[in-house]
DNA sequence: CGTGTGTTTGACCAGATGGTCAAATATGAG
DNA sequence: CTCATATTTGACCATCTGGTCAAACACACG
């Protein structure tokens, strides 16, 4: 019986995520209001809410969202490629999603640090999942002696480290390098990290 | 004229910066109450500010009462040291800290993804400056053919992200690696890691 | 143009929250 | 023990916040 959102529907909708990413990101859940949402939105609170049943409901559906955006880079990992080619790529394809979309990385940094009270099961259950699939691919390269004997979890540790530093911690590495796009020394760095992690 | 401070107030004021640690970690500033900090330190919520001006007057003491203790370990890098040795042992000193004091890099990490409104000019500040001062460190050794050339702002960035990674995401690490303790597995990592990083 | 449906909002409410205050209670120096 | 001072708290207040509701408004379609 659901009606196809109207044209309307889909315009305010995707102005209430997009205000709900700008300021979720940059307080938090609980530390956001609607009225900043809705002034955002460039609407008013009850029409906010004509849209989103509640203040979580806005928040949860920019998660589940984003989810499948962020686990995208490492699904794409090839079991079938070069192995260090496709580990400097996925990479730096995690670091240019920190570049383009710091606010999205640091909704989730937001949510993981205080616990991730609603994305756990998630962690726990898809992204191990996945994480555990693509260890598996590495410990096949490893054992071929194709690529260096390194941990493979704390690997992806490294990366996902590394790349969302930039994007999280952005306006303390623009302290430290006030005169510098901090993204191209980091790429360039990333992959002779790699590099040197990596080279059996 | 200031008065030096009685037992009880020790107490009371230590118990209070302990309930507020544990608070403003786990929810932020905006995120937490009074009331929450104040049943974390076992007293009414008037006997709090009767010790701390306001919310903010307890947030700013807890940051700026910190904030040695988490530059202390970048200071002591010794620039007479060997050095692979003494990066080294830096990365160890700060993922110890991540380890046994993780809400105390959760609250920095609350506040610097949030932007920093209230330790910005620290950040430009003492921090930069000690930044600097150990990146000419690096730079000599490099210069000396010591250590191999990689940006010293970049090597530093990885050392903090790496290390505080483990406290910060902790849920995340977990929820991948439910059956061990990641710090085991992070403290070798991270050792390789540097060593192939940095031997020339 | 008129009518039914979808959209928007001003006014409002209940509960939470930061902070105050006067009164009660504990403490310790003489 | 006594009293001045330090400590503690119940009751309270103003403001903020998530959410509701009825009324107003816009719009498409006959």
């Not at 962020?70 to 080619?85: F, N, S, V």
């Not at 302290?175 to 510098?180: H, N, R």
């Not at 020394?185 to 080279?199: E, F, K, P, S, V």
């Amino acid at each position: 019986m659901a009606k196809s959102d109207t044209r309307i529907q889909k315009k305010n909708q995707a102005a209430i995520l997009g205000a709900g990413l700008e300021v979720f990101s940059q307080f938090g859940f609980r530390g956001s209001t609607l009225d900043q949402v809705a002034e955002a939105a460039g609407m008013s609170k009850p029409n906010l809410l004509y849209y989103f049943k509640s203040k979580e409901g806005i928040y949860t559906a920019l998660l589940s969202q984003l989810l499948n955006d962020w686990l995208e880079p490492l699904q794409a990992l090839d079991a079938e490629g070069d192995p260090i080619e496709q580990i400097i790529a996925y990479a730096r394809r995690k670091l240019a999603m920190s570049q383009h979309y710091p606010r999205e990385s640091r909704l989730f940094a937001n949510e993981i640090i205080q616990g991730a009270p609603r994305i756990g099961d998630v962690l726990r259950g898809e992204l191990k999942d996945l994480v555990d699939e693509k260890v598996a691919v590495i410990r096949r390269w490893q054992a071929a002696g194709r690529i260096a004997d390194v941990s493979p979890y704390h690997l992806i540790f490294t990366i996902w480290s590394l790349t969302q530093h930039y994007a999280d911690f952005d306006v303390q590495v623009r302290a430290i390098l006030p005169d510098e796009d901090p993204f191209e020394g980091a790429a360039l760095h990333l992959d002779r990290t790699l590099q040197a992690i990596l080279t059996p």
